[in-house]
Nanobody
Framework: QVQLVESGGGLVQAGGSLRLSCAAS????????VGWFRQAPGKEREFVAV????????SYADSVKGRFTISRDNGKNTVLLQMNNLKTEDTAVYSC???????????????WGQGTQVTVSS
Protein backbone atom coordinates (compact mmCIF):
# COMPACT_ATOMS: atom_id res chain seq x y z
CA GLN A 1 0.00 0.00 0.00
CA VAL A 2 1.25 3.46 -0.91
CA GLN A 3 -0.21 6.74 0.26
CA LEU A 4 0.62 9.95 -1.58
CA VAL A 5 0.36 13.54 -0.39
CA GLU A 6 0.99 16.51 -2.67
CA SER A 7 2.09 19.94 -1.53
CA GLY A 8 3.53 23.12 -2.95
CA GLY A 9 0.63 24.43 -4.95
CA GLY A 10 -0.53 28.01 -4.79
CA LEU A 11 -1.11 31.24 -6.65
CA VAL A 12 1.66 32.59 -8.85
CA GLN A 13 1.92 35.17 -11.61
CA ALA A 14 2.60 34.12 -15.17
CA GLY A 15 6.32 33.61 -15.67
CA GLY A 16 6.81 32.53 -12.09
CA SER A 17 7.80 29.19 -10.60
CA LEU A 18 6.44 26.62 -8.20
CA ARG A 19 7.80 23.34 -6.93
CA LEU A 20 5.33 20.58 -6.22
CA SER A 21 6.19 17.74 -3.89
CA CYS A 22 4.70 14.25 -3.76
CA ALA A 23 5.48 12.58 -0.45
CA ALA A 24 4.87 8.86 -0.18
CA SER A 25 4.48 6.39 2.62
CA UNK A 26 5.21 2.72 2.16
CA UNK A 27 8.46 0.83 1.89
CA UNK A 28 7.84 -0.22 -1.71
CA UNK A 29 7.59 3.32 -3.08
CA UNK A 30 11.04 3.10 -4.63
CA UNK A 31 9.82 0.33 -6.93
CA UNK A 32 7.02 2.45 -8.42
CA UNK A 33 6.95 4.76 -11.38
CA VAL A 34 5.41 8.12 -10.48
CA GLY A 35 3.43 10.39 -12.72
CA TRP A 36 2.05 13.89 -12.39
CA PHE A 37 -1.31 14.64 -13.92
CA ARG A 38 -3.47 17.73 -13.94
CA GLN A 39 -7.09 18.56 -14.39
CA ALA A 40 -8.50 21.97 -15.14
CA PRO A 41 -12.18 22.82 -14.58
CA GLY A 42 -14.34 21.34 -17.31
CA LYS A 43 -11.44 19.47 -18.88
CA GLU A 44 -10.20 15.89 -18.90
CA ARG A 45 -7.33 14.82 -16.71
CA GLU A 46 -4.09 15.12 -18.67
CA PHE A 47 -0.60 13.74 -18.35
CA VAL A 48 2.13 16.16 -17.27
CA ALA A 49 5.29 14.19 -16.48
CA VAL A 50 6.45 10.76 -15.37
CA UNK A 51 9.58 9.30 -13.81
CA UNK A 52 10.62 5.66 -13.61
CA UNK A 53 11.27 3.84 -10.35
CA UNK A 54 15.02 4.51 -10.52
CA UNK A 55 14.79 7.98 -12.02
CA UNK A 56 16.52 6.92 -15.23
CA UNK A 57 13.53 7.50 -17.49
CA UNK A 58 11.48 10.68 -17.63
CA SER A 59 8.86 11.88 -20.06
CA TYR A 60 6.92 15.11 -20.40
CA ALA A 61 3.85 16.38 -22.13
CA ASP A 62 4.73 18.62 -25.07
CA SER A 63 2.96 21.52 -23.37
CA VAL A 64 5.38 21.52 -20.43
CA LYS A 65 8.58 20.27 -22.04
CA GLY A 66 11.47 22.62 -21.33
CA ARG A 67 9.60 24.31 -18.46
CA PHE A 68 8.88 21.49 -16.00
CA THR A 69 11.35 19.04 -14.47
CA ILE A 70 10.45 15.87 -12.60
CA SER A 71 12.87 14.26 -10.14
CA ARG A 72 12.81 11.82 -7.27
CA ASP A 73 14.66 11.00 -4.08
CA ASN A 74 13.85 7.43 -3.09
CA GLY A 75 15.72 7.86 0.18
CA LYS A 76 13.17 10.50 1.13
CA ASN A 77 10.21 8.84 -0.61
CA THR A 78 9.62 12.06 -2.54
CA VAL A 79 9.00 13.07 -6.13
CA LEU A 80 9.31 16.71 -7.12
CA LEU A 81 7.89 18.66 -10.03
CA GLN A 82 9.75 21.91 -10.64
CA MET A 83 7.58 24.21 -12.72
CA ASN A 84 9.19 27.27 -14.30
CA ASN A 85 7.89 29.95 -16.64
CA LEU A 86 4.32 29.14 -15.67
CA LYS A 87 1.51 30.09 -17.99
CA THR A 88 -2.15 30.78 -17.27
CA GLU A 89 -3.02 27.56 -19.09
CA ASP A 90 -1.08 25.61 -16.45
CA THR A 91 -3.83 26.40 -13.94
CA ALA A 92 -5.24 23.10 -12.68
CA VAL A 93 -5.33 20.64 -9.82
CA TYR A 94 -2.11 18.66 -9.95
CA SER A 95 -2.04 15.09 -8.68
CA CYS A 96 0.73 12.55 -8.37
CA UNK A 97 0.19 8.85 -8.90
CA UNK A 98 2.26 5.70 -8.35
CA UNK A 99 2.17 2.58 -10.45
CA UNK A 100 4.13 -0.54 -11.27
CA UNK A 101 5.00 0.71 -14.76
CA UNK A 102 6.16 4.04 -16.16
CA UNK A 103 3.23 5.27 -18.18
CA UNK A 104 1.51 8.38 -19.52
CA UNK A 105 -1.85 6.63 -19.14
CA UNK A 106 -3.58 7.49 -15.85
CA UNK A 107 -5.31 4.09 -15.89
CA UNK A 108 -1.91 2.45 -15.33
CA UNK A 109 -1.63 3.89 -11.84
CA UNK A 110 -2.70 2.19 -8.65
CA UNK A 111 -2.36 4.97 -6.09
CA TRP A 112 -3.31 8.63 -6.24
CA GLY A 113 -2.89 11.66 -4.05
CA GLN A 114 -5.71 14.13 -3.45
CA GLY A 115 -4.13 16.88 -5.50
CA THR A 116 -2.88 20.42 -5.01
CA GLN A 117 -4.25 23.52 -6.70
CA VAL A 118 -2.00 25.56 -8.96
CA THR A 119 -3.35 28.89 -10.14
CA VAL A 120 -1.40 31.07 -12.54
CA SER A 121 -2.60 34.65 -12.93
CA SER A 122 -1.92 36.92 -15.88
Amino acid sequence: QVQLVESGGGLVQAGGSLRLSCAASGRTFSSYGVGWFRQAPGKEREFVAVISWNGMITSYADSVKGRFTISRDNGKNTVLLQMNNLKTEDTAVYSCAAGRITSVNPRSYDYWGQGTQVTVSS
